[in-house]
């Protein structure tokens, strides 16, 4: 079992930055994490995701580029690391995890319950 907890959103003026924190409790150093978000009256669509071995990322078209996802097995925490946002990266942002090496949205089985970013204009 392992328990997921997002930290480090706010809010932020057009072209700023922030580091979005995922900490687990139970050792996920085995789990591919990813990263979703989900703005108001939208899917949740995936952002990024990271193996367990740091060896595969991925990242959405629309923030390659803007964010970069990594992880510290030894603290149980992985990052996401948001520049240059935009207004439109307002959204919801969920941290998952899942044992499976390259898991579909609908695969990941933990959750965290989310941080909020607004970006302003």
């Known amino acids: 079992q392992v328990q997921l907890v997002e930290s480090g959103g706010g809010l932020v003026q057009a072209g700023g930055s922030l580091r979005l924190s995922c900490t687990a409790s139970g050792r996920f150093a085995s789990y591919t994490v990813g990263w979703f978000r989900q703005a108001p009256g939208k899917e949740r669509d995936f952002v990024a995701s990271i193996s367990w071995s740091h060896s595969r990322t991925t990242h959405a078209d629309s923030v390659k580029g803007r964010f970069t996802i990594s992880r510290d097995n030894a603290k149980n925490t992985a990052y996401l690391q948001m520049n240059n946002l935009k207004p439109d990266d307002t959204a919801v942002y969920y941290c998952?995890?899942?044992?499976?090496?390259?898991?579909?949205?609908?695969?990941?089985?933990?959750w965290g319950q989310g941080t909020q970013v607004t970006v302003s204009s």
């Open positions: 998952a995890a899942d044992r499976r090496l390259n898991p579909t949205h609908s695969e990941y089985e933990y």
